[in-house]
């Protein structure tokens, strides 16, 4: 026993602490500068005290898990499990916790704990300091609807799974999320996320999303400080049970996220409403902006969503016309489209801290570009515009900061940069900066240029106007929305008209005074939280207009077609459609993908829908191809309607025809079997199984 008391001791000595010290309060100390294996040891110290302390338990989870002991971290979060607080005291006195370490969104999620659990609980001055009357007063009165409303946030989770901070569509989900804990909302609202390959959802703890969202509110995290929140959301959620009427929408980009549509089936069989948030529809208006290898995908994924939702939200009145419009022309559809505008915000984090070395290099005089430097955004005419101004004003012309991570098609923008030194060092590009440093940016500029071509809102317009800073935007689709008369407006296609707009603020100053103070006088700026209210409101809107599209068996396949399971395919109205062979595909397979569709376990199912009379011998064929890491693959093809199955080798290095007899049942469907049967097969992909690949099919009778 001396001995164990010795080590201990000494530990204690080396990490520098006192014998009767804090080891909480030093482990979070550890935490903030980011030294997870001292914070570990002092949550263990900790809790050899004090065992039955859930949020330490939690805590030493986590910084298990970012020293890379997954191990010990799922030792703890299971002690967590175990000593999880249901009363209303635990919550509350977790709540407190959380806030008196700066948590604040995680002690929001803990406070709507306890008051759901007691609506009548004893509240502190230091608890109605944090939240406020406004927070307390929703939390006695709210109610819940006869419905349920499922916020379905995959996005944000594949999202920062590679990306240190959100930008663009995940920067506003992360901002509406972010918005919900900072107020008491209904308790029907239900964060959750779909698996790749499964037609399951999964519901979100709300501390578990706090404390992720909390962590990418910090200006140096990174994607490995995400990783031990995203591994426990996975890990824990439990599956959601659905009620006929429920709402599930889609929040994030599906066209760059999983593949929904086996998940939409099973929702509708449950008589579960569909929703998805647009936020802009380029890549069909507009596909000269996007990526070509990509297009065709993208504009699938819009044929699957458009085809199956029973009601779509929209980020501007611009794209609510363009979606409807859409539905009508390609799809003969006519269903509720209500548009939700985005927020005018400044950035978050604005009073954080800026190197001096930044702020010296700054010119004095400044006006600000804050976009993705890419094709779509129009820097070229910025740059024909500061050319004209440097030609007559020489060195007196102040430069123009662009601020952006480089896109696509921005080839063009480089090459004029270089090419003229940037231009005398009148274009200084950033990137990669601070919400501080944004902020500031904002704040200290004579005034911002936004000349982009397509938009479905325009955040930087917003921003510029919250932060008091007049904007120069360009006045194409849903741009004017954002600021209305308090913006000047170019034609982004017009260079030559737009060099006087931008410079008059620049030689007149006294005009540049008067617009500054009329947006301080008369802008009023909506919050992230507002948008988040004006959503539900208008989700419960769509609910209740709504009517489900009836379940329906998927129109038969026609024999001696090929069908590719692809997304290469145009995205013409007849392939909106008609969509029926994508329904085929059953239980253990993965979402479709440019190539085709993987299987995810060893034996993945087809039903095929025929016009074939009941009985007919049928031949089908499948292109197939053998999951990496390369080597041939042994696979049966099995008809579930006889039993029968022949076997096939596929090889390593390409894809190849297989064939096999099958009989239409009493439904007139084939029932098949793909099934993978080489049993030393090791995987290759780390985030999910592959057995085989499928490209196409075709089927004649025999």
Not at 353 to 382: D, S, W
Not at 406 to 411: A, F, I, Q, T, V
Request: glycine fraction near 6%; hydrophobic fraction near 45%; charge should be neutral.
């Amino acid at each position: 026993m001396f001995e164990v008391y010795d080590a201990w001791r000494n530990l204690v000595f080396r990490l520098g602490i006192g014998r009767h010290a804090d080891f909480r309060g030093q482990a979070n100390a550890f935490w903030r500068v980011q030294q997870f294996a001292k914070a570990a040891t002092c949550y263990r110290l900790h809790l050899l005290q004090h065992p039955n302390d859930y949020g330490s338990w939690l805590d030493l989870g986590f910084c298990e898990s970012f020293a890379g002991r997954k191990v010990a971290a799922e030792r703890a979060y299971s002690m967590a499990r175990a000593v999880s607080p249901q009363s209303a005291d635990a919550l509350l006195a977790l709540a407190r916790r959380q806030a008196a370490i700066g948590r604040k969104l995680s002690a929001f999620a803990y406070y709507r704990r306890a008051l759901l659990a007691a609506p009548a609980l004893e509240l502190e001055a230091q608890d109605r300091s944090f939240l406020g009357d406004a927070y307390l007063d929703e939390a006695l009165s709210v109610q819940s609807g006869d419905h349920s409303v499922f916020l379905d946030i995959t996005d944000i989770l594949r999202y920062l799974r590679h990306n240190n901070h959100g930008t663009g569509i995940q920067r506003v989900l992360l901002s509406m999320v972010s918005a919900w804990f900072r107020k008491f909302r209904r308790q029907d609202v239900t964060f959750v996320f779909c698996r790749e390959g499964q037609s399951q959802i999964f519901q979100i703890a709300e501390e578990d999303l706090a404390a992720l969202v909390q962590a990418t509110e910090d200006p140096a995290a990174t994607v490995k400080i995400y990783q031990p929140y995203l591994d426990k959301i996975y890990a824990e959620a439990p599956l959601v049970e659905f009620k006929r009427s429920d709402a599930f929408v889609i929040m994030g980009a599906f066209w760059i996220s999983i593949d929904y549509l086996r998940s939409f089936v099973d929702l509708r069989s449950r008589g579960v409403l569909i929703g998805a948030y647009i936020y802009d529809l380029i890549p069909v208006t507009h596909p000269e902006f996007v990526n070509q290898s990509d297009l065709n995908g993208v504009l699938d994924r819009f044929g699957d969503v458009f085809s199956q939702v029973d009601f779509v939200c929209t980020i501007s009145d611009f794209v609510a016309t363009e979606v409807r419009e859409i539905l009508r022309d390609r799809l003969g559809r006519s269903i509720p489209v209500v548009a939700v505008p985005l927020a005018h915000d400044p950035p978050p984090g604005g009073d954080g801290q800026i190197e001096a070395a930044f702020l010296k290099a700054l010119p004095p005089e400044y006006v600000l570009c804050m976009c993705t430097i890419e094709g779509r955004k129009n820097h070229l005419l910025l740059f024909e515009v500061w050319a004209r101004l440097l030609a007559k004003y020489g060195d007196a012309t102040p430069p123009l900061i662009v601020v952006g991570r480089w896109g696509w098609r921005s080839e063009a923008f480089k090459k004029r940069l270089e090419e003229t030194q940037y231009l005398s060092g009148k274009i200084i590009v950033l990137g990669n900066l601070s919400d501080a440093k944004i902020d500031h940016l904002y704040r200290h500029c004579l005034f911002t240029v936004f000349p982009s071509f397509a938009e479905g809102w325009g955040l930087p317009v917003g921003e510029s106007l919250a932060c008091g800073t007049p904007c120069i935007a360009s006045n194409a689709t849903s741009i004017p929305e954002v600021g209305g008369d308090l913006v000047r407006y170019i034609d982004p296609f017009d260079p030559v008209a737009a060099y006087p707009i931008i410079e008059k603020p620049l030689i007149d100053r006294q005009d540049l005074a008067d617009w500054r103070a009329k947006i301080a006088s008369t802008f009023r700026p909506r919050s992230w939280g507002d948008v988040v209210d004006n959503f539900l409101i208008q989700v419960d809107h769509c609910t209740q207009s709504a009517k489900p599209q009836p379940v329906k068996e998927p129109e038969a396949l026609a024999a001696g077609t090929t069908y590719h399971f692809d997304r290469t395919v145009d995205g013409s109205a007849n392939n909106w459609r008609n969509r029926s062979h994508k329904f085929i595909l059953q239980d253990g397979w993965h979402g479709i993908e440019n190539w085709g569709v993987w299987s995810s376990k060893p034996a993945a199912q087809l039903s095929i829908t025929t016009t074939l009379a009941v009985g007919s011998q049928v031949i089908v064929r499948f292109l197939i191809l053998s999951a990496p890491p390369k080597r041939a693959a042994q696979i049966n093809l099995k008809d579930l309607q006889t039993g029968v199955a022949v076997r096939a080798l596929v090889p390593a290095d390409k894809s190849v025809w297989v064939e096999m007899t099958a009989v239409v049942n009493e439904t007139q469907k084939l029932v098949l079997c793909l099934e993978r049967i080489d049993a030393s097969y090791a995987q290759s992909d780390p985030d999910r199984s592959l057995y085989l690949g499928l490209c196409a099919l075709v089927f004649e009778a025999k």
